[in-house]
């Protein structure tokens, strides 16, 4: 039963994406942003699947239970608040520029030949790093709940969402996050629903959680408090330099709608985290035995084999494979635009047709899907770190130019390329060459990213930034026609 | 969509008036919203909350979740208040 309504779901994966095919036909409009007139609705629905991962759905009981409620906590709440820092901080100025990607926006404000290079690679290495850590979490479904083998489960996952990204572009994804979004919302509150009749009440549920996992109710920290900021840091800032949440905001309507669908997506991730967090995470602590909890990310798992019928646990495999798999596709896309985008078409081949472009596009999503499945096949073991890690520098290296390039008519070219480098630098040597908390890197490449970029602009005086922005608006158009 | 010739350098020409940075200004509810974040966020993360628990659940995790709710509710009904453009 299981295996039969994961297979209806890869199935109806790959239609989507045909149809979506149908409807882009070569153009570089539809295959990047959708033709950039997605409504509120579709966003938001969207923007949930971009952001709720394999991460934020499997690892929440499990990593509630073995470090208490409050490290997820940190790194939950990062997210909503990095949606509203974003829907405030970029929407509007990126929405209004009418671009694809996040180089683009780089590219636009600053014209940095290294910038132009410099951001689509560290783009495809994160994305990379976060797809194989996607890979990992659907081959673990598929071999707690459907019994597949590691290596079946993960071709078969990765051929699927390669297939209906590149036939379909970022049209095929959306119109697939839009199902998979809502399939997850009703999964967690239909397993919330089991799960709070199966514990008999909040305070007796609870009650034999903390018996089982004491962690669940110990006021003190489990690590390092820079850990539990470093998690909060990261996201908090990182959503409005993820690629594959920023190219959402490129494909709205229009600002209003971009801010409106950023924030009511967020208020469906919170619902559904609480229900993890409040009825899922204590009915879990209960009915497992701290013995029996040898993967913590299986948690989730588990439960649902202890309280859950055969059709449901299928449904439920199904949504946290839509997890994984709307996130993955999203940064699948982040990766063929950095490639066909931004540096084939923008820096290789200025001139090619749309349709070449979109068939370069087509090629990157399979060699970098192929790549990740690869990879995923021996991964390594600090994984989740190292996913972690990706998005952490991202936000090191991309946040500070970002926010600064709109808000700081001050800053100039050569502060934000140092102010990137500097932070991407800062945050690898913390990440590899020191033993810090975890998560907590991001705590010194952020800020010297900003320090940077702040000290080297106002290095260049105001009048000779004033004459530089006068002369770049009296010449000759060079995007004509964005 | 035409693109700028590979090598060359310098800020689009366009990019300002195609992003109103020139004018680029905040909302005072929506700088509000931002400044109240960063506030509740260093109270949440200060000493006083590290070992404090409510109904048997820690402190931080009650401001977290508390915090995770009210910034997306405040920024959809300051989105919903604003104009199209």
Known sequence: MQIAIVIAYFVILVVVGYLAYRKVKGSTDQFFVAGRNLGTFINSWAFLASLASGGSLMALAGTNLSLGFTYLAATTAGA?????????LVARPLRKL????????????????????????VIVIASMAYVVAQLKGASIIAGNILGWDYNVALWVAGITFVLYVSIGGFLSVTWNDIFQGILMFSMIVGFGVAAYSAMGGFDEGFAAATANFPALGDAGLSMSVWAYVGGFVTWACAISVTPHVIMRVFSAKDVRSAKVSLNTAMLIFVAMMLIGFLVITPAAGGAITSAELTDPDAALLLLSERILSPLFQG???AALLAAIMST??????????????????????????????????????WVVGVICIALAMNP?????????????????????PMVLGIWWTRTTTAGAVAGMLSGAVVF???????????????????????????VVSLARPETAVAVDRDSAVATAPRHAGT | MSVPPPGSSGPDPTYATATGRSDVTMPRGEL????????????????????????????????????MVIAPAVGLVLSLRSGKE
């Not at chain 1, 390594?380 to 500070?400: D, K, M, R």
Request: aromatic residues 14%; hydrophobic residues 60%.
């Open chain 1, 428 to 454: 690898c040597v913390a990440f590899f060459a020191f033993d810090l908390p975890t998560t907590s890197e991001v705590l010194f490449g952020l800020p010297t990213s900003f320090i940077v970029t702040f």
């Open chain 1, 380 to 400: 390594p073991e600090f994984l989740i770190v190292l996913y972690t890690g990706a998005v952490a520098l991202l936000a090191s290296a991309f946040f500070a």
């Open chain 1, 328 to 365: 993955t596709a999203g940064l699948l896309m982040a990766c063929n635009s950095a490639i066909a985008h931004d540096i084939f078409k923008k820096i290789l081949k200025p001139g090619a047709p749309e349709r070449q472009v979109v068939w370069v596009a087509n090629g990157a999503t």
């Open chain 1, 80 to 88: 909503p608040v990095g949606f509203v820092v974003a829907s405030i």
């Open chain 1, 98 to 121: 009418g671009k694809y990607t996040l180089p683009d926006y780089f590219d636009a404000r600053y014209g940095s030949v290294i910038m132009r290079w410099m951001v689509p690679v």
């Open chain 2, 32 to 67: 509000a919203l931002l400044i109240a974040i960063v506030i509740f966020s260093v109270v949440t993360f200060l000493p006083i909350t590290h070992n404090v628990s409510l109904f048997g659940i820690p402190l931080m995790a009650w401001m977290l979740w508390a915090l």
């Open chain 1, 315 to 317: 449904v439920v495999a």
